[in-house]
């Protein structure tokens, strides 16, 4: 027998659907207005036309896009060194801060430190000191490119900020898990490596990937050594011209690669919410 | 959701707010006047670097465009004391719009591209471009362009300097480029780049003054048309004329040469690029 619904049935759902277009068009009304408003209040500026020449030049973005392009590919490349690095010195000194040997006690205190003096410097003057002072030391075996030593520089600082993410993460897993763990005859390393760290890292995707985000876009602070990067490439083109528009050039591919790490971040947290819901660990 | 009156009440907003931007913003004035009646407000970058001026204090007077820069004022009947300098980063230099500044002045090359973003003045300075290095360095003894062409090179970003390196000497490795000349002075030194592009009075004050062991290469010939540098002012601005028509008297009455007998008198001398 098929389902048959009730004329009462029938009448909540068409209540349902007409509320449901009537926010449709509130919703849709409300954008359209706000869309109008800001468009005239942007276009009727005065100085809208001098401003839309500056900034939305099609023809600076066509010159502009293979340089900043090119740029571009200098932030993509010490993204991903820097960003291995970074995962891997990070996870270390989260490992030694949350370790609990008396023996380990110095190891503790140097990350403490490290962390604390990372997190606390400017990234700008790091890069400085790294960049132009450890070269001035004149040690031939430390290469003097502008690059290297500005990756080093961002893996300094960025290590201490995910350092603190993952120790989080260690600190989050139930000490439960620990002591069964240990119950269960594995020792300290083992239970790090198979209960704890998964645990951890699971809690704390999102955060890394948001470090991730931004060390994509900090990258580009390595200019100040002389390295040109997209918005280097950018600023080179605007000083020639006095045109903006190959910032936005850069801007815009910028965003163009954040927009799928965001989505993917996203994604990521809400598979593992309804994963630990269906485990019933809440 | 709303009631009817909070309804009409948003709708008559938006219609109100629509009709209203428009009249508004045709009240504003157009094209870019003076910033302060009675006073000329002149802009520079901060710091400020000789020998164009002294001590990073434009209000002193000291240095080539310090004193360019109050003989303009004087020229258009502005005495010393009703002078306003203000602080300008490039890039409030060249935003669209009208300035803070009535013009600005801080080595700023002229060129038919930017004539369509900013108006210059005629040029006060001609400009020749110069590489320098420190002793020791691979291109110490260069004598020629094509000597350069190994060499790493350094120039600050937004100067022709940087289109110097790019077009005139076109070297194998990609130049770096930087924020300041104190960073670069700081990378040359370091051995981080081999030689440095900057204009000549810059060249020899940066070798005399910052550069421990530093020297001239050479200046790069002179180009068809000249180099000048010119005093900056908003696009369509209405004292371009005036401020033009100051620069040319100063130049023919021989004052700007006087100016940089003062303070650029040793700049001559630098070995030509062949």
């Known amino acids: 027998m098929t389902y048959q619904p009730s004329a009462l049935q029938l009448q909540r759902e068409a209540a349902k659907r007409r509320a449901s277009r009537r926010s449709i068009f509130i919703a849709l009304s409300s954008t359209l207005a706000m869309g109008f408003l800001i468009t005239i209040l942007v276009t009727g500026a005065q100085g809208y036309e001098k401003v839309k020449e500056s900034f939305f030049n099609w023809e600076y973005a066509q010159k502009a896009l293979p340089s900043v392009f090119e740029g571009l590919l200098l932030n993509l490349r010490v993204l991903i060194i820097a960003e291995f690095f970074v995962l891997l010195i990070g996870l270390l000194i989260a490992i030694a801060r949350t370790s609990t040997s008396p023996v380990l006690y110095p190891v503790r205190l140097v990350a403490t430190i490290y962390t604390d003096l990372f997190r606390g410097l400017p990234l700008l003057l790091v890069l400085l000191l790294v960049g132009l002072g450890i070269p001035g030391l004149r040690i031939s075996w430390i290469p003097n490119s502008a690059v290297v030593l500005g990756t080093v520089a961002l893996v300094l600082t960025y290590s201490a900020y995910v350092a603190e993410v993952i120790r989080a993460g260690i600190e989050g897993v139930n000490p439960t898990q620990r002591q069964a763990a240990r119950a269960l005859g594995l020792n300290q390393a083992q239970t790090l490596e198979h209960v704890v760290l998964p645990q951890a890292f699971r809690n704390v995707t999102p955060p890394l990937l948001n470090d991730l985000v931004s060390l994509q876009k900090d990258s580009g602070l390595i200019s100040v050594l002389g390295a040109v990067d997209a918005i280097r490439a950018a600023g080179i083109q605007t000083a020639q011209s006095f045109n903006f528009t190959p910032y936005l050039v850069a801007g815009a591919l910028f965003v163009l690669l954040t927009i799928p790490l965001t989505r993917f971040t996203d994604w990521l947290t809400r598979r593992q919410d309804s994963k630990q819901r269906a485990q019933g660990q809440w | ?274």
Do not use: H
């Not at chain 2, 004087?74 to 490039?90: A, I, N, Q, R």
């Not at chain 2, 040359?188 to 900057?198: E, F, H, P, R, T």
């Open chain 2, 1 to 274: 959701m709303f009631n009817t009156k909070i309804k009409v009440a948003l709708v008559a907003l938006v219609a109100v707010v629509a009709i209203a931007i428009p009249v508004i913003n045709a009240q504003q004035s157009s094209g870019c006047g003076q910033i302060k009646e009675g006073v000329l407000t002149i802009g520079t970058d901060d710091p400020a670097y000789g020998p164009w001026f002294d001590n990073n204090d434009p209000a002193n007077g000291k240095g080539y465009e310090a004193a360019v820069a109050y003989a303009v004022a004087e020229e258009l009947g502005y005495s010393k004391d009703k002078v306003e300098w203000v602080k300008v980063p490039f890039n409030k230099v060249i935003q669209p719009g009208c300035k803070t500044f009535d013009f600005d002045i801080n080595q700023v090359s002229i060129t038919d591209e930017r004539k369509k973003a900013v108006d210059f003045s005629s040029g006060y300075y001609d400009v020749s471009q110069t590489v320098i290095t420190v002793k020791g360095s691979k291109i110490a003894g260069a004598k020629s362009i094509a000597d350069l062409k190994g060499a790493k090179l350094g120039a600050q970003v937004g100067t022709t300097s940087y289109a110097t390196i790019t077009d005139v000497i076109k070297p194998d490795q990609d130049p770096s480029v930087f924020d300041t000349n104190d960073v670069a002075k700081q990378a040359l030194a370091n051995g981080q780049i081999d030689g440095l592009v900057v204009d000549l009075p810059t060249a020899f004050y940066i070798t005399a003054v910052d550069l421990e062991d530093g020297l001239i290469v050479g200046q790069f010939p002179a180009k068809a048309g000249g180099e000048q540098f010119g005093l900056v002012l908003s696009k369509d601005s209405e004292l371009t004329k005036d401020v033009s028509a100051a620069v040319d008297a100063l130049r023919a009455n021989g004052t700007l040469a006087k100016i940089a007998d003062q303070w650029l008198a040793s700049t001559v001398g630098a070995p030509v690029l062949k």
